[in-house]
């Protein structure tokens, strides 16, 4: 499936590139010499609210940002364009797609990718110029904060059953179960990497753990998959800790998930630390996390969860 | 077509229209039924189908065919489900579930017994629990669903629907109709009472009205019905009071149609033609009565012919009677009876016939007697002129002036009688025209006033401001009775007085001229006698010379030339004499007459001129012998009758013949006749010298060629002027 969506980013690039060869460059100016683009898929509505962060944080100062939108008609031309003005100083890329939208077109523009997963973001080829600056501000929660977080929601819970995709990038943090008993949780780690031994692999874990910690993982997790996952959930009164609001919605008993709009911020404050000089560009974790509760579903299976300390508290009734 | 045929032909015809509508509304609504039936298990179908293939979804995904099966039972025990057949694409699998009884192999996809519903399963397109991801495009589909649902409950269904749609609309249909029934029934009920009214209407019961139960439109029918009898009732009214006329005429009155065959008439018909109705009724007209064809529409006379064959005279009239739209609908004779009014015409015409006889008889002998009577005068005052030219003693010139005076009166009585006779018999023609009342009165002023002037008599005249003005009149008759006026006025006027003569002018265009004088006036009684002939009054006693016709033939002039003449009178005072005569203007070219005198006569030779006598009276012969040798010129022949004068006038040419009238042998005429057809005495002028001064004789002489015409008693100057004119050659014309 990854291999697919290169191949036809692949070719996308290509017309992006003969586009940006022959688009009349626009007149420059003093104006455009702090130009930030930031590229984003409105229609996804975690996006829009990263973006308003992003938007807000990077404020009225001299950083001029342009936001092109790349399910409207003629975004390959303006992204080409963009990137060839010499006023261009940095990418914003916002989701997956804008970030291989702007890799595709190898520009030598730095680029700074955001709400994605470290699993999904793009392998830049080596043979990529050695000037290229990429970093990401990610999904993908720290271990520490995660752990953290599910602690305080739910103390009385100790044995902490993980799903863990060992194919994906970050789910084979060694440092999970270290952080885990560190934390107080005796970890339960069953490693799956299909969808039809999602079920198998999460009632394997019902006699020996009280609640399973699902990572975000599009190979896994699905429509699908997650509805007989959440009745064999509530079947075997095991709770799922999910990692997104919908996910709780679904039936998960909590969730713990990023911040989308401080995602953005967060993404601003760097690239505005970058474009000042005053630190270079680095990959980033979400700095404010997203407790919620599904309160009908910790009802069903009789759990206690404690109001959540610093983290702000979703809960879903 | 009688009440029942229309209340079933109302009742049929709903029943077709109502029959179809409700066929066609009934099917409409079964097939309606029928499509939403359908429509409800198709949607059924699909909510299945949909949710058994997202039930699906995890076990193809997985690859659970226990799962599957276990989706599939479940999906089949819905009702109407005949069979569930999941495939997964992936694991090659299949289930296949269904009903007992039921066989699935060899089914087809769709059939009239079931309905098969297939779903692709579709991996998931978004990852809803990952929220931040794009939405990914479509995949190919892990296998597929597929339900069969029996269509048995809903034909079941439709079939019970449509036995209670049918017995519905047939239940309404006999409701309905038996309303619609009900209600023509109590429609028609009070047309059938107004059927019954007609047909007393139709029977001549035109008093009665038809009960006017309800204002609807049956109601207003009946009243527009009764509106009509009415109208028709005094219409009826007026045809009976019109035959009733009609029969009470007098006249005969017969209608006939076009045809010319009778149609109806009236009893003064029947009385009259002596037919009974039904013989005269349906009979042609012509012949047995006239023939309408032939007639002007205007009164005409007629014969009619009775039944017994007698003929009586009608004043007839047809008329076509003519219907509005143009074309003759027949005639209308009207016959007066004017068997009586022939016979007083018969009388009146023999009646007519005696008085113009009579009438003739008098003009003879009036003209005789005038003859007769001219005759001897002739002879007397042409002698006593002859003796009044002689040197005679005084005595003797006394006597021949008292013969002259007398013959002359004499002769103005025979003058004024004939003239009077000839106009009122209207023999004697006036020539009207626009005269001068000034000219008029001034020709009699002027012949009146050696009169007056001896007597001492002041005539005035009080027209000089009149000068323009005319009266239609013949200038010689009104100076004749202007004449006559002024000679009465200075005759029975008082030595000294005075005539006065004046006119004005009158309403109605007329001019009134006045003549008055100062004499001893007129008493009332007597007025009325001054214009009978021969009625003086006291001008006998008064020794005032006159003939007692004067008056009365003024007033014959007057009323001859369409005016009229009266009196006034004061006695003491004197008398206004008027006459009025119609105002004209004046014309616009008056001929005046030559003033240059005559020229004298020319020498005459002896014996240069000779003149034929032609006259039977020994006397008159003698009388003109005796005048003519008073001139030398002219040479006398005569001869004593027509024949001898003819021939003498062959033989000796002479310059002029003088041809009395009544003449033996051969009449004047006759002789004038001849002698004009004779081209050897065409030439010769002819001087009739007659005693017969009937009226027209002197025009119609003058016609057959007479040179002119002169009356007896010979006034022996104006013979001599007359016989000095033609032989010169200067009268062109005639002169009296």
């Not at chain 1, 990401?136 to 819970?157: C, F, S």
Request: glycine share 8%.
């Amino acid at each position: 499936m990854r291999e697919g969506k290169q191949r036809r980013w692949a070719r996308q690039a290509l017309g992006l590139v003969l586009l940006a060869a022959f688009s009349p460059a626009r007149p420059g100016g003093a104006r455009e010499a702090g130009e930030v683009i930031v590229v984003f898929a409105s229609e996804v509505p975690a996006y829009q609210e990263a973006l308003e962060g992003l938007r807000q944080s990077l404020g009225p100062g001299t950083v001029q940002p342009r936001f092109l939108d790349l399910t409207v008609a003629g975004f390959a031309g303006e992204l080409a364009a963009a990137l060839g003005r010499p006023a261009t100083r940095l990418v914003i890329a916002i989701g997956t797609d804008a970030q291989l939208a702007v890799f595709s077109l190898r520009t030598e523009v730095p680029v700074l990718s955001t709400m994605i997963l470290r699993s999904d973001a793009v392998r830049l080829p080596a043979r990529e110029p050695p000037s290229q600056r990429v970093a990401a501000v990610y999904l993908d929660l720290p271990v520490t904060g995660l752990l953290t977080e599910i602690k305080k929601l739910l103390p009385g819970k100790t044995r902490l059953g993980v799903i863990r995709n060992p194919s994906q990038t970050g789910q084979a943090d060694p440092a999970l179960e270290a952080r885990a008993r560190q934390l107080g949780f005796t970890p339960v780690v069953v490693d799956c990497s299909r969808p039809e031994d999602l079920a198998k692999a999460f009632l394997s874990l019902k006699p020996r753990a009280d609640l399973v910690l699902l990572f975000p993982d599009s190979a896994l997790y699905n429509n699908a998959t997650v509805k007989p996952l959440i009745l064999a959930s509530l079947e075997s009164r095991l709770p799922i800790i999910g990692f997104s609001s919908n996910f709780v919605r679904a039936g998960a008993a909590a969730g713990v998930y990023p911040d989308f709009r401080d995602v953005g911020s967060q993404a601003a404050d760097l690239a505005l630390r970058y474009l000042s000089g005053r630190a270079p560009l680095s990959d980033e974790t979400p700095r404010k996390l997203v407790v919620a509760v599904n309160q009908r579903i910790t009802r069903v299976l009789g759990l206690q969860h404690a109001p959540s300390g610093s983290t702000d508290l979703v809960v879903f009734r | 077509m009688n009440k029942q045929s229309l209340l079933t032909r109302v009742l049929a015809s709903n029943l077709l229209l109502m029959g179809a509508l409700v066929v066609l509304l009934t099917g409409g609504f079964l097939w309606l039924q029928l499509r939403a039936s359908q429509r409800q298990l198709e949607l059924r179908a699909e909510v299945l189908v949909s949710f058994v293939a997202a039930q699906s979804e995890y076990a193809i995904l997985v690859g659970s065919e226990t799962e599957l099966e276990r989706i599939g039972r479940q999906a089949l025990s819905v009702e109407d489900v005949l069979f569930v057949v999941l495939s997964d694409t992936a694991h090659q699998s299949v289930v296949r579930l269904h009903r007992p009884g039921f066989r699935l192999e060899g089914a087809p996809a769709g059939s009239a017994d079931f309905l098969s519903v297939e779903r692709p399963v579709l991996a998931p397109r978004e990852s809803a629990v990952m929220e931040w991801e794009p939405k990914k495009p479509p995949t190919a589909p892990l296998g597929s669903v597929r339900l069969g649902f029996s269509m048995e409950k809903q034909r079941t269904l439709f079939r019970q629907t449509v036995g209670y749609a049918v017995a519905v609309v047939a239940a309404s249909l006999i409701l309905i109709l038996a309303c619609q029934s009900f209600q023509l029934r109590r429609l028609l009920q009070p047309l059938q009472g107004l059927m019954d009214f007609v047909r007393q209407v139709g029977e001549g019961r035109l008093h009665r009205k038809a009960p006017v139960a309800r204002l609807d439109e049956v109601g207003q029918l009946t009243v527009a019905f009764n509106e009509m009898v009415d109208k028709l009732g005094s219409t009826t009214v007026s045809k009976n009071y019109f035959n009733n006329i009609i029969r009470s005429i007098g006249e005969s009155l017969i209608v006939v149609d076009p045809d010319g065959t009778i149609r109806t008439a009236n009893q003064a018909t029947f009385a009259m033609l002596g037919y009974e109705e039904q013989e005269l009724v349906g009979q042609p007209v012509s012949p047995t009565l006239v023939d309408p064809y032939s007639l002007e529409p205007t009164a005409i006379e007629r014969v009619y012919r009775r039944k017994d064959g007698q003929s009586i005279p009608v004043l007839f009239s047809a008329s076509a009677l003519s219907p509005d739209d143009g074309a003759a609908a027949g005639f209308v004779l009207l016959a007066h009876d004017i068997t009586e009014r022939k016979r007083a015409e018969e009388e009146l015409r023999l009646a007519k016939q005696e008085a113009e006889r009579a009438n003739r008889a008098k003009t003879e002998f009036l003209s005789r007697t005038s003859h007769e009577l001219r005759t001897p005068l002739n002879a007397i005052l042409g002698f006593g002129q002859l003796l009044e030219i002689a040197e005679l003693a005084p005595l003797d010139r006394e006597s021949v002036d008292q013969i002259l005076r007398a013959g002359r009166h004499l002769l103005r009585l025979i003058n004024d009688v004939l003239d009077i006779a000839g106009i009122e018999t209207g023999r004697r023609t006036l020539s009207p025209e626009p005269v001068s009342i000034v000219e008029a009165a001034e020709e009699a002023l002027g012949l009146v006033q050696p009169l007056a002037t001896g007597r001492g008599i002041h005539v005035f005249s009080g027209l000089a401001a009149d000068e323009n003005r005319y009266v239609y009149a013949d200038a010689q008759r009104l100076q004749q009775v202007l004449l006559n006026l002024l000679s009465n006025a200075v005759k029975f006027n008082r030595d000294h007085g005075a005539v006065i003569l004046t006119c004005e002018e009158r309403d109605g265009n007329l001019l009134r001229i006045r003549v008055t004088d100062t004499g001893p006036g007129i008493a009332a009684e007597d007025l009325h006698k001054l214009f009978v002939p021969f009625e003086r009054l006291q001008a006998e006693q008064a020794g005032i010379e006159g003939t007692g016709l004067g008056l009365a033939h003024s007033r014959s002039l007057v009323r001859a030339m369409g005016g009229s003449i009266g009196v006034e009178s004061v006695v003491g005072q004197g008398s206004t004499f008027w006459l009025e005569l119609a105002i004209v203007a004046a014309p616009l070219l008056r001929f005046e007459p030559g003033t240059a005198a005559a020229p004298p006569p020319a020498p005459r030779d002896p014996a240069a001129y000779t003149v034929l006598y032609i006259e039977d009276n020994p006397s008159n012969r003698q009388l003109l012998e005796r005048i003519l040798a008073l001139r030398p010129d002219i040479h006398l022949l005569t001869a004593t009758d027509g024949p001898a004068g003819l021939a003498l006038a062959r033989e000796s040419r002479p310059d002029l013949i003088l041809l009395d009238l009544h003449l033996p042998g051969m009449p004047g005429d006759a002789v004038l006749r001849e002698l004009r057809a004779d081209p050897a005495t065409a030439g010769i002028p002819v001087v009739v010298l007659t005693a017969d001064a009937s009226p027209g004789r002197e025009s119609r002489l003058l016609a057959l060629g007479a040179q002119s015409f002169l009356t007896k008693p010979v006034d022996i100057a104006q013979l001599l002027q007359v016989l000095d004119q033609v032989l010169l050659g200067e009268l062109a014309g005639h002169e009296k």
